[in-house]
């Protein structure tokens, strides 16, 4: 049975986080989750300092929130991806925004930002608004998306308190891309429904997109495996 791995920056399980991903993989691939925080305790964690370069938002396994800078967090997540491939992965998936630029894998490596990347590039979309939870999360969400070839519009508002504020940004835009991983699909559809209301942007969610090109991934390297 193929077995992709859910690479989380929190402590696994997370049913919340794989629930897009379990929805659109084939019924015989295998998900397992491995947290970058596993087998941590969590008292170790330092406080986000008022330095972090990208705050990131993440929970623990008894549901408590906590924020992680990604500098701190990345050498935990590189550990993550070697315990997922001596578990036997055959690829995996990055359950969140962040940029980390040099975590590696000798399997095949899901970032949920490049893959929305390489659906605006072949839509060629020219005008995008980003949104991020946080406003520690502006300049690395800019960067990054940057780098991918976009000149984003970044904007700051947790959903779904700052939904109206996203339907009244994107207004000038083609595309709004939801620079986070977790968001529930109900509250997806209610922003693509409020949205196609007043105009033509179209929403990109990260978590959504991460999914769907693992899926994709999955169905090709399916009859790989089979004639192994």
């Known amino acids: 049975m193929p077995t992709v791995a859910a690479l989380e920056i929190g402590q696994s399980c997370r049913p919340d986080l794989?629930?897009?991903?379990?929805?659109v993989l084939p019924d015989d691939v295998r998900i397992l989750e491995?947290?970058?925080?596993d087998g941590i305790d969590p008292a170790t964690v330092p406080p986000i300092g008022s330095d972090a370069?990208?705050?990131?938002?993440?929970?623990?396994?008894?549901?408590?929130q906590v924020v992680v800078d990604e500098a701190w967090i990345a050498p935990h997540l590189q550990a993550a991806v070697r315990r997922a491939e001596a578990a036997g992965a055959d690829a995996l998936l990055l359950l969140c925004a962040g940029g980390f630029h040099d975590l590696a894998s000798d399997r095949p490596l899901i970032r949920p930002a490049v893959a929305v990347a390489r659906v605006l590039h072949e839509r060629g979309v020219a005008t995008m608004l980003?949104?991020?939870p946080l406003p520690g999360q502006v300049p690395a969400s800019?960067?990054?998306w940057r780098a991918l070839g976009f000149d984003p519009v970044v904007l700051a508002?947790?959903?779904?308190?700052?939904?109206?504020?996203?339907v009244e940004a994107a207004e000038q835009h083609e595309a709004v891309v939801l620079d986070f991983v977790g968001h529930p699909a109900d509250l997806i559809d209610r922003l693509e429904q409020a949205l196609g209301s007043r105009g033509n942007a179209q929403v990109f969610d990260l978590g959504r997109y991460g999914a769907l090109a693992m899926a994709d991934l999955a169905r090709v390297r399916a009859p790989v495996?089979?004639?192994a």
């Open 142 to 144: 800019e960067a990054k």
């Open 53 to 64: 370069a990208n705050p990131l938002s993440t929970r623990l396994a008894d549901g408590r």
């Open 34 to 37: 491995v947290g970058a925080l």
């Open 157 to 166: 508002t947790p959903l779904p308190a700052g939904l109206d504020q996203v």
């Open 130 to 132: 980003v949104v991020v």
């Open 18 to 23: 794989v629930a897009e991903l379990r929805a």
């Open 225 to 227: 495996a089979d004639r």
